[in-house]
């Protein structure tokens, strides 16, 4: 867990945790990539508090193709098997392969189960 208060939050981290207001009402969920909108609700509705961390980089440029992606192991066996029954190449597979990477849970992190 890594709670941060609202002023430590950077544009682009993910929510770990689903954000409520006090009075249990849904703000934002688990998994919401962070915007400047976002950071005006949890300001707006008295949210001090979040559990939000960066996401794991993929470097696009480095690697010719997703396959090599799965290759090297940097990819988790749930998003690998998300793609496995597909061409991982064609253009709109391998850009959404390329989102879910970006959005795995960092290695060692809690995944809430």
Same mark, same amino acid.
């Given at each position: 867990? &890594?709670?941060?208060?609202? %002023?430590?939050?950077?544009?682009?981290? #993910?929510?770990?945790?689903?954000?409520? !207001?006090?009075?249990?009402?849904?703000?934002?969920?688990?998994? =919401?990539?962070?915007?400047?909108?976002?950071?005006?609700?949890?300001?707006?509705?008295? $949210? &001090?508090? $979040?559990?939000? !961390?960066?996401?794991?980089? #993929? !470097?696009?440029?480095? #690697?010719? !193709?997703?396959? &090599?992606?799965? %290759?090297?192991?940097? &990819?988790?066996? +749930? =998003?690998?098997?998300?793609?496995?029954? $597909?061409?991982? %190449?064609?253009?709109?597979?391998?850009?959404?392969?390329?989102?879910?990477?970006? %959005? +795995?849970?960092?290695?060692?992190?809690?995944?809430?189960?």
């Amino acid at each position: 867990m &890594t709670i941060r208060r609202i %002023n430590q939050i950077e544009l682009g981290m #993910v929510l770990k945790g689903d954000v409520c !207001d006090k009075s249990g009402r849904l703000l934002l969920a688990k998994g =919401v990539s962070i915007t400047e909108r976002h950071i005006m609700v949890l300001m707006t509705w008295g $949210v &001090t508090e $979040v559990d939000a !961390d960066r996401v794991q980089a #993929v !470097d696009e440029d480095a #690697v010719s !193709d997703a396959t &090599t992606l799965i %290759n090297r192991g940097s &990819t988790s066996p +749930q =998003v690998e098997a998300l793609f496995s029954h $597909v061409d991982i %190449n064609h253009p709109l597979m391998k850009e959404l392969f390329y989102y879910c990477c970006r %959005n +795995q849970p960092l290695e060692g992190e809690d995944h809430g189960g």
